[in-house]
């Protein structure tokens, strides 16, 4: 078992910065850690995910360049937004698996959410 929390996110201003960085606990070893976002009625998309070791990431090709994921440690996962845009609007979420991958369905483990909200 795998248990994610979630911190960071609120309102910002088109152009902004926020940072959510994600805690986890329990069985850890290995694992990838992604986020995920989902705004009002659209499905739940892959944003960013890094491996263990930190050797490899993966973005969503619309926030590369403005979105770092990073390890702060090594049960803390970072996700540093810039640049942000109003669709990047939307409930985020920390995410465990054991593979790289960009689908939901991969990962076995989530966080609760948290929201990030882009005012135009």
């Known amino acids: 078992q795998v248990q994610l929390v979630e911190s960071g996110g609120g309102l910002v201003q088109t152009g902004g910065s926020l940072r959510l960085s994600c805690a986890a606990s329990?069985?850890?070893?290995?694992?990838?850690m992604g986020w995920f976002r989902q705004a009002p009625e659209k499905e739940r998309e892959f944003v960013a995910a890094?491996?263990?070791?930190?050797?490899?990431r993966s973005y969503l090709e619309s926030v590369k360049g403005r979105f770092t994921i990073s390890r702060d440690s090594a049960n803390t996962v970072s996700l540093q937004m810039d640049s942000l845009k109003p669709e990047d609007t939307g409930v985020y979420y920390c995410?465990?698996?054991?593979?790289?991958?960009?689908?939901?369905?991969?990962?076995?483990?989530w966080g609760q959410g948290t929201q990030v909200t882009v005012s135009s």
């Open positions: 329990g069985r850890t070893d290995r694992i990838v």
């Open positions: 995410a465990a698996s054991n593979y790289l991958d960009r689908s939901p369905t991969t990962y076995a483990y």
């Open positions: 890094i491996t263990w070791s930190g050797g490899s």
